[in-house]
C-alpha cells in the first residue's frame, strides 16, 4: 500500500504565500514523476506544477514566477511553495505520484487534497 498525504493548505489573504507539502508512504521502492493539481469549483483538476526525479520541474502559466515546486527524495517528499497568491488560485490542491512498490508494478497515486482558500 501506498499513500500520499497532504498538508499546508488554509485561508490566506490575496498577496500571501502558503507552503503545501505531499508526503509519501508505505512499501516504496522509488517515486519518479510528482505533482500537484488543482480543482476549482464547478471546474475540471488541473495541472499546477511536476517535478521528475531528476528535478525537471513544470508549471501551469497562470503560475509561472510565483510557485515552486521541489522535493526530498531521501524522505519521500513534495513541495509546492506558493507565493503572491491571487482569489483565482482557491481549490483543493491534490498530490500526485508515480511510485513503484516494492512488491508491484508503477503505478499513479492520489492523496486526499488540501483546501487552499486565497480571500480578503
Known amino acids: 500500500q501506498v499513500q500520499l498525504v497532504e498538508s499546508g493548505g488554509g485561508l490566506v489573504q490575496p498577496g500571501g504565500s502558503l507552503r503545501l507539502s505531499c508526503v509519501a508512504s508505505g512499501s516504496i521502492f522509488r517515486v519518479y514523476d510528482m505533482g500537484w493539481y488543482r480543482q476549482a469549483p464547478g471546474k475540471q483538476r488541473e495541472l499546477v506544477a511536476s517535478i521528475t526525479s531528476d528535478d525537471t520541474t513544470k508549471y501551469a502559466d497562470s503560475v509561472k514566477g510565483r510557485f515552486t515546486i521541489c522535493r526530498n527524495n531521501a524522505e519521500n517528499t513534495g513541495y509546492l511553495q506558493m507565493n503572491s497568491l491571487k482569489p483565482d488560485a482557491t481549490a483543493v490542491y491534490y498530490c500526485?505520484?508515480?511510485?513503484?512498490?516494492?512488491?508491484?508494478?508503477?503505478?499513479?497515486?492520489w492523496g486526499q487534497g488540501t483546501q487552499v482558500t486565497v480571500s480578503s
Open positions: 500526485n505520484a508515480d511510485v513503484i512498490r516494492f512488491s508491484g508494478p508503477q503505478d499513479s497515486y
